[in-house]
């Protein structure tokens, strides 16, 4: 029976709605499909076929089983953050959009663990167990508005990585609808190492283009007994970079160690959350460690110690939470704070060795002079996962082209010295090509090996990921051909 409401002589339209058995959850009119165009990564932009917002589990696995009897081409989408166009419909997808499946299920706090729909907030699942006493550790830039359902397509960190992990880290779980709509359970006790293969560190990652994640169980953590942060103003870049491998060199391993360059603070310093950092200064670290208060002050000390014997100008310690906060949101708040002092942005996520930074920071300043493009520097330090921003005018022809070059040209520099192109932004449409500054052919053909076991036909989430076909292509072919020979 065809849903009241819906106007399409396209019977994918109406059959798609009849699985959602409602109008409003479904959109296909072209106006209304613009704002499904792309993610965060607004460079590429196409429009879905449709987007279906399903309720429950039941009710995706029977949108991915139509679409993959039907050959439609389909992925998945959450709250659309995601900076490197995972979400944007390269071939007219079905979107399944997950925001309604935004649920808390369950919080065990005794076993230390909640259950939670992939449409849940990553902010609100912390704001819902803090009065217990726990939080939930992951925190990427977007928290408050970014679903956990896309922090684990992404295998998302934050700025709280470098003492405790990234999303992989930090699930137990996974209730996954496969792409021929079958549903499964990994990690259905709880029990992250089960014997055999490791299939929520396969999915944790991989993007959307393995499956799509409809369940969540993931670890939560007892607030730490004290936090003290602090900020540390240097004159020099490279006198700050190096401090951030002397502090971890040191033994000392801080909850989280953040940098912004220059163009970075005029930036955050324009924008909604101002503290007043030196408008001289070349770079500030943020600085917070926790743990048993007893030792907080000895941890503080140490760094203090390593960052003037690296020319620090000076210190500041956060008064109070209220101080603490503030300063946490203008961190936070750096990638949209571009917005302030130029038109456009585009956002990288390369990582290296904490040891190259002073080296890698110094050939991202050439590659913003040679492109003629400003690039900020606001990064997890701690961890040597850098995001050059690069700022550009896309109005002006070329500009965004430039962009996209000095952009790949920063994460050759990541990848020359032992690094690589992605840390927690995900590869997507934006870096699949620089796939091949860190594997071979052959390794990025076992890759789309497993994907193939779980997505044959190529249906969910096409064209992400891995480099477009080309020279891949050819080898795997070659193979094949050389396989059918020795079995004759």
Known sequence: MAVKGIKSNDRHIMNLANIVGDARSIVYHKEDLIAYDCDGFTLHKHLPKAVVFPKNTEEVAALVKYCSDHQLPFLARGAGTGLSGGAIPLNGEVIISLVRMKKLLSVDFENRRAVVQPGFVNLKLTNSIADKGYYYAPDPSSQYCCTIGGNVAENAGGAHCLKYGVTTNHILGLEVVLPNGEIVEIGANGIPDEP??????????????????????????????????????FDKVDDGSQAVSDIISAGIVPAALEM?????????????????????????????????????????????????????????????????????????????????????????????????????????????????????????????????????????????????????????????????????????????????????????????????????????????????????????????????????
């Not at 396969?202 to 953590?221: A, D, F, Y």
């Not at 932004?425 to 076991?453: C, L, P, S, W, Y």
Request: hydrophobic share 40%.
């Open 260 to 488: 912004m360059d220059k163009t970075a603070i005029e930036g955050v310093e324009a924008a909604a959350f101002p503290v007043g950092h030196p408008k001289d200064i070349e770079a500030v670290l943020l600085i917070e460690v926790d743990g048993i208060a007893e030792g907080l002050d000895e941890q503080i000390n140490q760094i203090l110690e390593v960052c003037k014997k690296r020319n620090v100008r000076e210190v500041r310690a956060a008064k109070d939470e209220a101080e603490r906060g503030r300063w946490w949101a203008n961190r936070k708040t750096g990638f949209g704070a571009m917005g302030a002092i130029s038109p456009d942005y585009l956002v990288q996520d390369g990582v290296i060795p904490r040891s190259r930074l002073p080296e890698v920071l110094s050939r991202i300043n050439k590659i913003s002079e040679e492109s003629g493009l400003r690039i900020a520097n606001i990064f997890h330090a701690g961890d040597g996962n850098l995001h050059p921003l690069v700022l550009f005018d896309a109005r002006i022809p070329g500009e965004s082209e430039k962009a996209l070059e000095a952009g790949s040209a920063c994460l050759q520099a990541c990848a020359d010295v032992g690094g690589t192109i992605t840390g927690e932004h995900g590869v997507g449409i934006e870096k699949r090509e620089e796939m091949r500054f860190v594997f071979t052919d052959d390794e990025i053909i076992a890759q789309t090996n497993i994907r193939e076991v779980f997505n044959p036909h190529n249906l969910l989430n096409a064209g992400k990921l891995f480099p477009m076909p080309g020279r891949c292509v050819e080898i795997k072919r070659d193979l094949k051909e050389k396989e059918t020979v020795i079995s004759q």
């Open 196 to 233: 055999g293969y490791d299939l929520l560190g396969l999915l944790t990652g991989s993007e959307g283009t393995l499956g799509i994640v409809t369940k969540i169980t993931v670890r939560i953590l007892k607030n730490p007994e004290a936090k003290k942060t602090v900020l540390a103003y």
